[in-house]
Each structure stands twice: as C-alpha cells, then as structure tokens.
C-alpha cells in the first residue's frame, strides 16, 4: 500500500511538472527550536530534520511541510521527548509580493502528554520579494483561530511570525534556504495560564521541477 | 575643280576604308575592277566596270552593295546628283542601315546621301536588345527608325505562329514596339526561334526587314523568407540598472518587521525568551541583501522596447505571410528570356 501510495505520488509530481506556468520544489530541512510551556524555566531545545513540497500554480502555492525533533527540557528531570508538527498553506496572490494565507496545522508529541499536542488553523498574509534573481526574502504573519490541545483548554490569542531568505540559481533549480518561525498560543485550562510559545529556525535546500 | 577634287579625295579614303574588308573575299570581277579604279582615282572606268556587275543576275548581294555604293560616291564625285541619289536609293532598299560616315565623307555627297534616303521608304537600325523578365511583369521593345512617315506592323513568324503583334502610325524618325509577348489571349509565346518582321507601308511603297529572335522560357526564382526585420533592428528588451542598496534595504526591512513583531509580541510569562533561532535567520537574510548589493542587479524589463519588438515580429510576421502568398505566384509563373540571334546563328 505505501509503496502504492509512492508512485501515485511520483506520477501526481511528474503530471503537474508538465502542467505550463507551474513549478514543483521539494525540500530537505534541518531544524533547530526552542519549545516553551507553562513558565518561565521549562524550555526545550532540540533538533531534527523534515522536508515538504511547494506547488506553485498561476496564482496559487501549496506549501505542505513535516518535520520532527528531538526535544530535550532544561530540567534534568524531565525526560526528553519527540515533536512531530505538520503545516500547510495555501497562498492566494493578490499581487507580485503580497498574498493571502489560509491553512492549518497539528504538532503530535510523543509519549503522550510530555507536553501540549496542538491542532490548529491559520488565516494571514504572505510577502515574498526578490532581491535579485537568485535570491529573495519573505515574511509571513498569521492568527491561529480556535486552536486545539490534546490536554484540553481553549486560546483567545494564538499567532505566529515568520522570516525567511532564499538563494539559489537562477533557473529556480536549487534554493538554499533559511527561516525562522516564531509560534504564541496562549492557552487557558482550568481557568489557569498555561501559554506556549515556539522558536524555530529551519535550513535546508529546495529542488525545484 | 580643286573643291571637287579634296571632295573626291575624302570620298576616296571613305569607301577605300569602307570596301577595305570586302576586298579580300572572293569579289565579282567588275566589282573588283571598279574598286580598284575607284582607288586609282580613275573615276571614269568606275562607272561601266559597277554598271556591269549590277546587271549580272548572279551578283551577290555584297557585291550588289559594293556596287552601288561605288557608284554613288562615283556620281556624287562627278557631280551627277541624280544618278548618285539614284544609287543611293537603290543602295538604302537592299542596306537600310546604310550611312556614311559624316565626318570623313564630303558634305556635297552626304547631303545627296541625306535626299536619296528622303525618298525611299525603309525600316532601319533595329535595335533588338536581349530581354528577360517575368511573364506578364515585363516587356520587350523594338526599336527601329523609317525613313518617311508610315504605318509600320510588327509581325511574329514561327513555330506555327503567324502572329500580327502591333502596328502604328509613324512619321519619319525613330519609333518603338513594346511588347509583353503574349502570344495570343492570356498565353505567353511559347518557346522558339522566331522571325521579327516589321513591315512598313505608304500608298503603294512598301519595305519590310527581319530579325530572328530566340525565345525561352525558365523557371522564376521564389524570394527568401526574411529571418530578421529588413528595415528596423530589435531593441534589447531589458536595460542593466546601475547598483544600488535595494537588496539590502528589502532584506533589513523584512528582517525588522518580523524580528520586531517577534520580540515585540513574545509572552513575558514564559521567561527570557531564547533568540538564537531569529539571530541567526536574520544574520542570513542581511548578509545575503548586503552580498547581492555589492553584485550587478538584475536586468530590468522595458515595456517600451518589448512592445517595439512585439511590433516588429508582427511585421515580420506579415512581410512572411506576403512572401508566401507572392511565391504561390511565383511558382505558377514563368520567366521568359529574348534572345536576338545574329545573322551566323540563325
């Protein structure tokens, strides 16, 4: 089944390479973050790596992105334990620099519990510019409405930031990437503050079709 | 007698020069008799020696004109201004081209020259010149001069063609057919050898004169496509701006606003908040604004030279589409190539 599941895939990628006025990247990333909960004093760092798959298309850019890490808290009591977070986003150009973003997101943490699991949507905006034609920087910024917890609570105020930069060739081939992603959920259980908050900077190489 | 005589000697020395080729065939024996005494200034024995060769029927017609040339300059020396022009005439009807040379010929003979061709009525100097040119896009003219006014035909004999081309009224002088050679109705006139025969009559003088022409036909040559505008050259579409800081402007830009929304928005709750992650993004994204700046930026589009150039491919575009349709044409088409023949090749 997942080998199946491999080839329709590679099939889908190869039908939209052929589609004009598109283009396919898929990336390689590794991570570096600094997870925060609770308090003051329980933060967590820690590293992994991901990938994703971008899908530009006339005016619209799918960005579908997993990634995993290792997380170990600053307590030494604290056991270490494992992120996986997956994001999407759908960008709909309004113009050559500016777009709208819609999209959503679920960090899984593992064991269960070891910190907050979250599900999540997203409404913002996306700036891309080009510095020249191997490079460019970018910026989004989105409010995360109406999140979800695997421990339960609810968050009035959830958004998140990020920078990017990007320099490849010019034929859009290879990209080198850099980006920072910045995550606040101030979430609320049992009538307590229990905020999260999330730095993540992420490097790699895109392939561009 | 002394004007007579230096007006004798110029003849002399004309037609010496004139006959000097003649000579040295094989000539009728009067004929060659009159010459000499024609040389010898012994203008009496000139006169029987031509006389009895032109009443030989077996006479050639180079003698013939030999002949009668001799007699005219004889006459004319002797002052026998009838018999000269009588000559003359007769000299006109069998050579129209005929003419001495003005300048080393008396002025007493050529004036009676000048009269004697005054009478006659001849088709001269032909001028048939080798044409070529597309059928119907071109034409060929003939030439020719008469010596009194009259209505002259252009007729085309050959290869089962008898055909009455034009036909004019002319007074005297010089006068030109032109001609597309349409053999008849829309067709050309098909390959051959053909006799030219301009016919010329008044009252009841008539002359006529032939040329033997060639004509072929061949294949037009179609016309290149242009690859490139004739007239105009492109323009380059984009123009090289001068370096700026602009890279790194957008780079310091975008780094300020989202470093500064970060820090300006982090939960204070949550304790010193660690910044390695956006240090070192934004380290990336300056440094790469400060490098691109130091580098040539990119070329900028000009719309005003893009839409000149979308102009020109049009253009070319449509001078193309006119070639294809002339080449259509021209591969119906058929160039048709006239070649005078001179008297040895017919």
Request: aromatic share 8%; net charge neutral.
């Amino acid at each position: 089944m997942t080998r199946l599941l491999f080839v329709l895939g590679a099939l889908e990628l190869v039908a939209l390479t052929s589609v004009a006025g598109q283009r396919v990247r898929l990336r390689v990333d590794g991570i570096a973050l600094t997870y925060q909960e609770v308090a003051g004093g329980r933060d967590a760092v820690g590293a992994g790596g991901g990938g994703g798959l971008e899908i530009s298309l006339g005016r619209f850019r799918l960005d579908g992105r997993i990634h995993s890490a290792r997380v170990a808290p600053d307590s030494s009591h604290l056991a270490s334990y494992d992120f996986t977070q997956v994001d999407v986003r759908i960008d709909y150009l309004l113009t050559p620099v500016f777009a709208l973003e819609v999209g959503g997101g679920r960090r899984y943490v593992r064991p269960e519990f070891s910190a907050q699991g979250v599900g999540y949507t997203r409404i913002g905006i996306f700036s891309e510019n080009r510095l020249h034609r191997l490079a460019s920087v970018w910026v989004r910024g989105a409010f995360l409405p109406g999140p979800r917890f695997s421990g339960g609570g609810t968050a009035e105020l959830a958004f998140e930031f990020s920078l990017g930069a990007g320099v490849g060739t010019a034929n859009g081939r290879f990209r080198f990437h850099a980006e920072f992603e910045f995550q606040r959920i101030d979430r609320e259980a049992g009538g307590a503050d229990v905020p999260i908050q999330q730095s993540l900077a992420r490097t790699g190489i895109a392939i561009g079709f | 007698m002394q004007p007579m005589k230096v007006a004798f000697a110029f003849s002399v020395l004309s037609v010496g020069a004139l006959l000097s080729a003649p000579l040295s065939a094989q000539r009728h024996p009067d004929v060659l008799r009159a010459q000499r005494a024609y040389d010898a200034f012994d203008l009496r024995q000139v006169i029987p020696a031509a006389r009895s060769a032109l009443i030989d029927p077996s006479l050639t017609m180079e003698d013939r004109r030999i002949a009668l040339e001799l007699l005219g300059f004889t006459y004319g020396a002797l002052d026998s201004a009838n018999l000269a022009q009588d000559s003359f005439r007769r000299l006109l009807i069998i050579n129209p081209d005929f003419e001495p040379d003005a300048v080393r010929v008396s002025p007493r003979i050529y004036s009676l020259y000048s009269a004697a061709l005054g009478q006659v009525l001849v088709v001269r100097n032909i001028q048939l010149d080798t044409t070529s040119f597309v059928g119907g896009e071109g034409a060929w003219n003939v030439g020719f001069e008469v010596t009194r006014p009259a209505r002259v035909v252009l007729r085309a004999v050959g290869g089962g063609i008898d055909l009455i081309v034009d036909s004019l009224q002319t007074g005297t002088g010089a006068a030109v057919f032109t001609w597309d050679l349409s053999g008849g109705g829309d067709s050309l006139l098909p390959p051959n050898r053909y006799q030219i025969i301009l016919q010329a009559s008044e009252g009841n003088d008539q002359f006529s004169v032939s040329r033997v022409v060639e004509v072929s036909h061949s294949i037009v040559d179609t016309l290149l496509q242009y690859t490139e505008h004739p007239a105009r050259d492109t323009l380059p579409s984009t123009d090289q701006p001068g370096r700026s800081w602009k890279p790194l402007g957008l780079a310091t830009l975008y780094t300020a606003l989202a470093s500064g929304a970060t820090l300006a928005l982090e939960n204070s709750a949550l304790g010193s908040p660690a910044r390695r992650e956006i240090g070192g993004v934004a380290l990336v994204a300056i440094v790469t604004g400060f490098v691109l700046s130091l580098r040539q930026p990119d070329p900028v589009l000009n719309p005003g030279n893009i839409a000149f150039n979308q102009m020109l491919r049009e253009d070319l575009a449509r001078l193309n589409a006119d070639i294809t349709v002339r080449n259509i044409q021209i591969r119906n088409q058929v160039r048709v190539t006239v070649t005078p023949l001179r008297p040895g090749q017919e």
